[in-house]
């Protein structure tokens, strides 16, 4: 499945519903700062939207920002003022709902693998049956 511009999308909207291409472009612009939102703050490791695919957080992309964040960790010092503090405090947050979404991605990975096993059983089973 290829996917498809936002600017193909506003057009063919707004051909489609006859508005104004500036009205359609302000709503699939709120829309798609809302996916990226949701994203970012770490509530979902994958949003699916009708219609429109699946977004989902790379896995590898996510342990490279884990490694970015732990080396923030690194340069605070224990003398700090309360501006470094709250900065650390932030950056530690940030840290550990990473972690949170690589364990829930992990575990989906783990689920797959089950589910894969199965399937792979369930053929061996099946051809023995056959023989």
Do not use: C, W
């Amino acid at each position: 499945m290829r996917p498809v511009k936002r600017k193909v999308i506003i057009e063919k909207t707004a051909n489609k519903l006859e508005l104004p291409p500036e009205l359609v472009e302000d709503i699939v612009s709120h829309y798609y700062t809302t996916l990226r939102k949701e994203m970012s703050y770490g509530n979902l490791h994958a949003i699916t939207v009708p219609n429109l695919g699946t977004f989902v957080v790379k896995y590898k992309s996510l342990q490279i920002k884990i490694k970015n964040y732990k080396q923030k960790l690194l340069t605070h010092t224990d003398e700090m003022s309360m501006i470094t503090f709250e900065n650390k405090m932030m950056v530690q947050s940030e840290l550990d709902r990473f972690h949170t979404m690589l364990g829930v991605m992990e575990g989906e990975r783990e689920k797959k693998e089950k589910i894969r096993q199965s399937r792979i059983n369930n053929e061996n089973t099946r051809t023995n049956l056959e023989k």
